[in-house]
């Protein structure tokens, strides 16, 4: 399995309801000092109602829990852009 | 005093900090760049820390915000966001309401 479709599979066990796109944007950052730790950079779309009543700190929050670990070890950065509807 | 004591000595002497890659001037890194453009863009005096330059502060801050990330904005010791919520807060025009205001209420104390 490739890193974005375990970022993808995590971010559906978090969300299961969600839908979401999400791209591989490190290209764009090669050669960069967070490129050279080997993680990625990715853009995320995710709607979910579990964001509802929730504040942009607290649906980012929601994300990077739902990834766990991941944040540490494959994922550099993350532009996220999470809605209820 | 540890990074964790350090960092809350940061964020709540001053009404808005920035923890980013780099300095202003020079920022290390897109997202710290763009989140220092908003900041610039309100007209505020703010602090910054190159999170480089701080090894502890760069490791523990993470575990002090729950928040991954950088580049983070404080503002009133709370934590705004990092690089999305304080660009999707300027382009409302909120950022710039919440900056003055959390300068003027320093000034007023």
């Known amino acids: ?85 | 005093m540890d990074a964790l004591e350090r960092i809350n000595k940061q964020v709540t002497e001053n009404p808005i900090i920035i923890y980013m890659k780099g300095t202003p001037d020079f920022p290390q890194c897109g997202f710290s760049s763009r989140t220092i453009q908003a900041l610039n863009a309100c007209g505020v005096e703010y602090a910054y820390v190159n999170i480089f330059e701080d090894e502890e502060v760069y490791r523990a801050l993470p575990k002090f915000a729950n928040w991954p990330t950088f580049p983070q904005v404080y503002v009133k010791g709370e934590l705004l966001g990092g690089c999305d919520i304080t660009l999707d807060l300027f382009q409302t025009g909120e950022l710039q309401k919440m900056l003055k205001e959390a300068v003027g209420a320093k000034k007023a104390a």
């Open chain 1, 1 to 85: 399995m490739t890193r974005i479709e375990r970022i993808r599979e995590s971010l559906l066990r978090g969300f299961p309801d969600a839908t979401l796109s999400l791209e591989d944007e490190s290209h764009l950052h090669a050669g960069h000092a967070g490129a050279s730790t080997g993680r990625g950079h990715f853009r995320l779309k995710i709607v979910s109602p579990a964001f509802k009543g929730l504040n942009p700190i607290a649906r980012h929050r929601a994300v990077y829990a739902a990834l766990g670990d991941m944040m540490q070890t494959d994922i550099h950065a993350l532009s996220i852009d999470a809605r209820d509807i």
